[in-house]
């Protein structure tokens, strides 16, 4: 029997291919002359599918018949159709746990940022402003502070463990209520009011799309700090930039955004917003170990019939070949 024969639609962390390297048949599309063309060829040779940020739905399975499992680079997967893949008795994975870390310190920087305008202060000095007098004082304190996360999960706990050592107390909303020692809320409209500072680290797609919109924004209030290290779909931009604009809140930070890497004009035009280019996991060693988990996936799968961490999803199509 030949290997099996992996499709990686497009450009993924090198790991990914060395991880399979002679264990599995790897088809670089986006190198194709004619991406369609070997998708034709190659239909019924295609099992699995390694993806980085290509959109994979229904339509695109229905092209690969014999795929049984999509390999995701990333804990968010909105950009997977899973439900469209289990109903095609399709498995999905993706890379939870391994960047939780990593993703709970850029929020926390990007809260420090936020709250004490840090990269403002920067481009003050570079601008050779200091020597006019110094940066003004910052309205806002991180001390004190009390933090709303929605989304409570494997990351939103990392954030919550390292704000406690800054005195930040900690809320939270999720759809189900966890048996934790923060206070939930079970309405976010009801927790915007109650905090100060707004984390935003709930999954993206159809169910969190724009749940941050205008009467949130205005619950959170003229001293409230909005963080969003999850997906800019969850928040309304334009909303966000009036409220920025007008003094409805007092700033944001945002990793995030909802047509990357292309920024709502008006989160560009203000200057109470940090803007990061969706850098919340990027660091050589945490996307080594995603693609390392990528592969860890595939090859369980190909052995065992078994992935490592496939999404919820799929949980009806997981269990042992016979
Ligand atoms: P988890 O699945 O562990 O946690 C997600 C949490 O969100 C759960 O507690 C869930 O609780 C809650 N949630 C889901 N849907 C809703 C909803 N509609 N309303 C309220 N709460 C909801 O995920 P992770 O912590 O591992 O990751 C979270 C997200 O962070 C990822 O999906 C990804 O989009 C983003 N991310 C961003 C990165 C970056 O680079 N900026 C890097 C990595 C991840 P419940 O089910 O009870 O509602």
Same mark, same amino acid.
């Given at each position: 029997?030949?290997? @099996?024969?992996?499709?990686?639609?497009?450009?993924?962390?090198?790991?990914?291919?060395?991880?399979?390297?002679?264990?599995?048949?790897?088809?670089?599309?986006?190198?194709?002359? $004619?991406?369609?063309?070997?998708?034709?060829?190659?239909? &019924?040779?295609?099992?699995?599918?390694?993806?980085?940020?290509?959109?994979? $739905?229904?339509?695109?399975?229905?092209?690969?018949?014999?795929?049984?499992?999509?390999?995701?680079?990333?804990?968010?997967?909105?950009?997977?159709?899973?439900?469209?893949?289990? /109903?095609?008795?399709?498995?999905?994975?993706?890379?939870?746990?391994?960047?939780?870390?990593?993703?709970?310190?850029?929020?926390?920087?990007?809260?420090?940022?936020?709250?004490?305008?840090? @990269?403002?202060? /920067?481009?003050?000095?570079?601008?050779?402003?200091?020597?006019?007098?110094?940066?003004?004082?910052?309205?806002?304190?991180?001390?004190?502070?009390?933090?709303?996360?929605?989304?409570?999960?494997?990351?939103?706990?990392?954030?919550?463990?390292?704000?406690?050592?800054?005195?930040?107390?900690?809320?939270?909303?999720?759809?189900?209520?966890? &048996?934790?020692?923060?206070?939930?809320?079970?309405?976010?409209?009801?927790?915007?009011?109650?905090?100060?500072?707004?984390?935003?680290?709930?999954?993206?797609?159809?169910?969190?799309?724009?749940?941050?919109?205008? /009467?949130?924004?205005?619950?959170?209030? @003229?001293?409230?700090?909005?963080?969003?290290?999850?997906?800019?779909?969850?928040?309304?931009?334009?909303?966000?930039?009036?409220?920025?604009?007008?003094?409805?809140?007092?700033?944001?930070?945002?990793? *995030?955004?909802? $047509?990357?890497?292309?920024?709502?004009?008006?989160?560009?035009?203000? @200057?109470?917003?940090?803007?990061?280019?969706?850098?919340?996991?990027?660091?050589?060693?945490?996307?080594?170990?995603?693609?390392?988990?990528?592969?860890?996936?595939?090859?369980?799968?190909?052995?065992?019939?078994?992935?490592?961490?496939? *999404?919820?999803?799929?949980? &009806?199509?997981?269990?042992?070949? $016979?």
């Amino acid at each position: 029997m030949g290997l @099996p024969v992996v499709l990686m639609p497009g450009r993924m962390n090198p790991v990914v291919a060395e991880g399979l390297d002679g264990k599995v048949e790897l088809i670089r599309l986006w190198e194709a002359a $004619d991406p369609d063309a070997v998708l034709a060829e190659r239909r &019924d040779d295609i099992v699995a599918v390694a993806t980085g940020g290509t959109r994979i $739905d229904g339509a695109f399975l229905d092209k690969l018949p014999a795929v049984r499992i999509v390999a995701g680079f990333g804990v968010g997967y909105d950009q997977i159709d899973a439900a469209a893949a289990a /109903e095609r008795g399709v498995v999905v994975t993706n890379t939870p746990g391994v960047l939780d870390d990593e993703v709970a310190d850029t929020a926390l920087g990007l809260l420090l940022m936020t709250v004490r305008e840090l @990269p403002q202060a /920067e481009r003050y000095l570079r601008a050779g402003k200091w020597r006019d007098g110094p940066y003004p004082l910052t309205k806002a304190t991180l001390h004190g502070r009390r933090m709303g996360i929605l989304g409570l999960g494997r990351i939103g706990q990392a954030i919550a463990d390292r704000v406690a050592p800054f005195g930040v107390s900690v809320g939270y909303h999720n759809r189900h209520r966890k &048996d934790v020692e923060y206070h939930y809320y079970p309405s976010l409209l009801e927790m915007a009011r109650g905090v100060d500072i707004l984390m935003i680290v709930v999954p993206g797609g159809g169910d969190t799309r724009r749940l941050i919109d205008a /009467e949130v924004l205005e619950a959170l209030g @003229p001293d409230g700090i909005l963080i969003n290290v999850a997906r800019g779909t969850v928040v309304d931009e334009p909303a966000l930039a009036d409220a920025l604009r007008d003094g409805t809140i007092l700033a944001a930070g945002l990793d *995030v955004f909802e $047509d990357e890497p292309n920024v709502h004009p008006g989160l560009l035009d203000v @200057p109470n917003a940090v803007l990061l280019p969706h850098v919340g996991s990027a660091t050589i060693p945490t996307r080594n170990a995603m693609g390392n988990l990528v592969v860890e996936n595939l090859l369980s799968w190909f052995s065992y019939g078994l992935p490592v961490t496939p *999404v919820p999803e799929s949980a &009806d199509l997981v269990k042992p070949r $016979d």
